[in-house]
């Protein structure tokens, strides 16, 4: 059914600030687009995905999503939208798993949204897009690919069953670590992860939340210098948890997104 994350949407004040800094993050131009819907957007390509950062213009209901965002929490993340091959019959699907789906109104793209109530309160959507080329990277320090994203949640086994059993995700690792009070789950996603991470202490049945985004790339060492040198906050390269990898922080201009950089072991 879900066949990867076709693009995570970034909600910002100001469109050209927002875009420029990412531009500088990932090491490539983006694509802005007229405004649709309320709001207009600028698009970043990547290997395994897309960054959408929205910003409110005019009246509409995307623009409205993103002001109710703006409001309620600050800049951040907005939205993940997972792709599929066939809109219709990944619908029909989640809708016989007990998901409420409905079409997103305002949007150029073929899409439908899983109602607040069916994701535990996280923005999540279905999109069914043409595939199109990634961004031409601005320099060899680029960052590459999205590693994966981070969902917050105070009740792993209701997550476990949104994104495995009902979202059909595969579930490589199921790790507690009483050492870092927490429990993670690492669901598959194409060529992404989408990582499931939860206090030991704060178990409830609250909403879930957005984490943070962390990016890979094929040399941390240049490309922390390179983001250096456009005038971010990063901190030093250190060792990964995973052995073999090496990550630094970015700690602003992230559009309020938690932004970690890393290696894969393998690179």
């Known amino acids: 059914m879900i066949t990867g994350i076709d693009h995570i949407a970034l909600a910002v004040a100001d469109l050209e ?11 490539r131009p ?6 649709a819907g309320g709001a207009r957007r600028a698009w970043l390509r990547l290997e395994n995905l897309a960054i959408e950062i929205i910003a409110a213009e005019g009246e509409g209901p995307a623009g ?5 965002r703006l409001a309620e929490q600050g800049e951040g993340l907005l939205a993940i939208a997972f792709a599929t091959s066939d809109l219709e019959a990944a619908v029909k699907l989640c809708e016989r798993r007990g998901l409420s789906v409905a079409a997103a109104p305002g949007t150029a793209l073929k899409a439908a949204f899983i109602a607040p109530e069916s994701s535990h309160g996280l923005p999540l ?3 069914e897009a043409e595939p199109i080329p990634r961004s031409a990277l601005t320099d060899g320090a680029a960052l590459h690919a999205l590693d994966h994203v981070v969902v917050q949640t105070p009740n792993p086994d209701r997550a476990a069953a949104l994104y495995g059993a009902r979202l059909g995700l595969y579930l490589r690792l199921d790790r507690t670590n009483p050492a870092w009070n927490s429990r993670l789950l690492f669901f598959r996603c194409g060529k992404s992860v989408v990582e499931i991470g939860h206090g030991l202490d704060s178990t409830g049945d609250g909403p879930d939340r957005f ?4 990016w890979r790339t094929r040399d941390p060492h240049a490309a922390r210098e390179r983001i250096a040198a456009a005038g971010f906050n990063v901190s030093e390269v250190r060792q990964g948890r ?14 309020g997104v938690p932004t970690l950089v890393l290696s894969a072991a393998s690179d």
């Open 211 to 214: 984490g943070g985004l962390a």
């Open 242 to 255: 995973k052995p073999g990898t090496h990550v630094f922080t970015v700690r602003d201009r992230t559009a």
């Open 17 to 27: 600030a927002g875009t420029a800094a990412y531009e500088a993050l990932l090491g």
């Open 64 to 68: 409205d999503r993103v002001r109710a």
């Open 125 to 127: 959507a279905l999109c």
């Open 30 to 35: 983006a694509e802005r687009t007229e405004p």
